[in-house]
């Protein structure tokens, strides 16, 4: 069992259920689109659940407007989101692929801010 409490992802049976799975396009338009919902989400949930996550919301409260969108459009990561009531209710970022050397390695590291 990981530190993250799995029982918050239980709803009440009369909640509506009904989500979209949309993965957020690298395009200039689709970034702009979801970054304000995609940060108020994230930084959501660093409050409200932080040991679900290696980061902190001190660090991320601080990251500037080009930080979001630059997550967002990083080539090497894939973000999915869950929309329900046009909110974003989850959120789902992939990386990869992964390095082969170590040199890559580090430059990935370093990339991906």
Request: with cysteine; aromatic share 12%; proline share 4%.
């Amino acid at each position: 069992m990981s530190k993250c409490d799995s029982t918050r992802l239980l709803c009440h049976p009369s909640i509506d259920m009904d989500f979209e799975i949309v993965q957020i396009p690298h395009d200039d338009a689709s970034i702009r689109k979801y970054v304000e919902q995609y940060k108020a989400f994230r930084l959501h949930s660093l409050k409200t659940a932080p040991q679900c996550f290696g980061s902190t919301y001190a660090r991320e409260i601080a990251f500037t407007d080009d930080v979001w969108y630059d997550r967002l459009a990083n080539s090497k990561a894939t973000t999915f989101v869950a929309i329900q009531s046009d909110r974003i209710v989850c959120t789902l970022t992939t990386i990869g692929p992964l390095p082969s050397t170590a040199e890559e390695y580090v430059f990935g590291l370093l990339s991906f801010v």
